[in-house]
């Protein structure tokens, strides 16, 4: 059995391997550029001397190093939307097909009559088909996640939306969901176009849901608070993910929503310009103070294994509702 399942795979499997080798060709050599560049500008080192303090002195002190990076390599990032559809391609043309085309050719009927019980067929297919998926998501997540470190590091981070998407284990949770989700739709449907049009659209329906509702809320935010007139600001290449920035007034009161107010060191050149213009304001009495509300760069991991737990459970389930949905099936 193990034999037909590769023989009725393996232009699939061949097929993932010439794309991991075309996306490899592309990946390495300009993987190998932006780490020169990364490391000629003196961005390294200087990213390495910040750390990830959440404030810091006038941002961090690396934006003229980041920007020029980010002019040369920054529209790289694009290319995480790329990556995104990978996972989804791998349900559409693993899974769906996996048992709606039996269904739909009537070949499943020779199967159940050679002793072979309807839940051993589906469970070694997924089984074989699921270990070989996973492989390929493992090479992907990466090769992937080697890619960006640089452009992540010099950027907005690991926690951004898509780049939490496409780097450390969740990618290849996704992948086995999309593969679920694809085996699950082909039982329901009994055939495969159908089968591919309905795992796309729940896919992309399960993956808002848990980005823009689950993530954000996975793991309490941690808020912090500093002076206006402190000298200190956001370190802009932390790797944290804001949520919300305001400023208060003395009286505690929010006077301005979706920005912070800050001046350089007390003593450095325009400080006391500075604080007399902030003073000056009509934003009720001083001193004011930002906060910030926001998930550290230390939460990744934590937040890749809440996320991986959710679309595992999910994998788990839609297992055995297809197991029981092929019960079904005449």
Known sequence: MTWLIWRQHRKQFLWALVTLAVLAAVML????????????????????????????????????????????????????????????????????????????????????????????????????????????????????????????????GRLEYMLFDVQGVVPVAYTLFALALGVYAGTVSRKVLPAMGISLAAFAVVRALVELLVRPNAMATRTVEYAADGGLFPNRQAGDWVFAQTVRNSAGETVLNDGILGCPPPGSPGAADCGRNIAGNSLGPGPYTNVMEFQPADRFWPLQAIESGVFLALTALLVLLAVRQIRKIS
């Open 29 to 156: 050599p300009t993987g190998l550029a932006m780490r020169g560049t990364y490391h000629d500008l003196g961005l390294a080192d200087c990213l390495g001397r910040l750390g990830h303090t959440t404030l810091a002195p006038d941002g961090g002190g690396c934006e003229q190093l980041t920007r020029r990076f980010d002019n040369k390599y920054g529209g790289l990032l694009y290319a995480a939307i790329l990556f995104l559809l990978l996972p989804v391609l791998m349900g559409l043309f693993f899974g769906a097909p996996l048992v709606s085309r039996e269904v739909e050719n009537g070949t499943h009927r020779m199967v159940w009559t050679q002793g072979v019980s309807r839940r051993h067929w589906v469970l070694t297919k997924l089984g074989l088909v699921g270990g070989g998926s996973v492989l390929l998501a493992v090479v992907y997540a990466l090769g992937v996640a080697w890619w960006l470190e640089p452009l992540t590091n010099a950027g907005p």
